[in-house]
């Protein structure tokens, strides 16, 4: 079945500086990655999301880039703030669209450093 | 727009009842709604599809008869935890696919907290 790797766990980055997460999938035909920002005690909020006929995605201080070849997409965050801490789960759709379930990654607890 | 809402936000039942979690698309209708388990610290694992009109889906490890939906209309779906023991504690949280069926985006509920006694 499909696996979603995420790395890292924990991140802990000073405020205004780039926080990265990534994450890889195993299968070949999933065509949409979205990421979730998830505060304590609330559901998941998608922040971004890039489907698999696009490399680089952005909006304002967030981008997400895919390489399909590699199997490994990746969350940017820049000049981050202290509202950004959050735990952030990455996700893969499979070929089966909008039938499909989300499989996610384990999550990243991103701390902001003020 | 895209608002996902759930009912009850947080429910604490005693051991042997059952109990209904609503989950209501707001401003859109939803052809396919999810259903998913967190438990502290964890991530979020798919249980469940349901499709207006039709049974539900279930993933393999979820047993169906525990865990009852129904998908009465297409802004409307509800999981039912039957005979509740405290392993079912848990996050639940639905999601709605909002668009074509070759579009996967999902929007999420902000979750029900189930306490089993």
């Known amino acids: 079945g499909e696996n979603v790797e995420q790395h890292p766990s924990t991140l802990s980055v000073q405020e205004g500086d780039s926080a990265v997460i990534k994450c890889t999938y195993s299968?070949?035909?999933?065509?949409?990655f979205p990421w979730y920002k998830q505060e304590l005690g609330k559901g998941p909020q998608l922040i971004i999301d890039i489907r698999s006929n696009v490399g680089e995605k952005k909006d304002q201080r967030i981008a997400v880039t895919l390489n399909k070849t590699a199997k490994h997409f990746s969350l940017h965050i820049t000049e981050t703030q202290p509202e950004d801490s959050a735990v952030y789960f990455c996700?893969?759709?499979?070929?089966?669209?909008?039938?499909?379930?989300?499989?996610f990654g384990k999550g990243t607890h991103l701390i902001i450093q003020p | 727009g895209a608002v996902v809402s759930q009912h009850p936000s947080w429910v604490i039942c005693k051991s042997g009842t059952s109990v209904k979690i609503e989950c209501r698309s707001l401003d859109f209708q939803a052809t396919t709604m999810f259903w998913y388990r967190q438990f502290p610290k964890q991530s979020l694992m798919l249980m469940a599809t349901?499709?207006?009109?039709?049974?539900?889906?279930?993933e393999q490890g979820v047993e169906k008869d525990k865990f009852l939906i129904n998908h009465a209309s297409l802004t409307l779906s509800t999981l039912t935890v039957t005979s509740a023991h405290p392993e079912d504690s848990s996050f639940y949280i639905c999601?709605?696919?909002?668009?074509?069926?070759?579009?996967?985006?999902?929007?999420f509920g902000p979750g029900t907290r189930l306490t089993v006694l």
């Open positions: 349901s499709n207006e009109g039709s049974k539900a889906t279930y």
């Open positions: 996700a893969e759709g499979g070929a089966g669209g909008g039938a499909d379930g989300l499989t």
């Open positions: 999601s709605a696919n909002r668009g074509r069926v070759s579009y996967n985006e999902q929007f």
């Open positions: 299968d070949s035909a999933s065509n949409y």
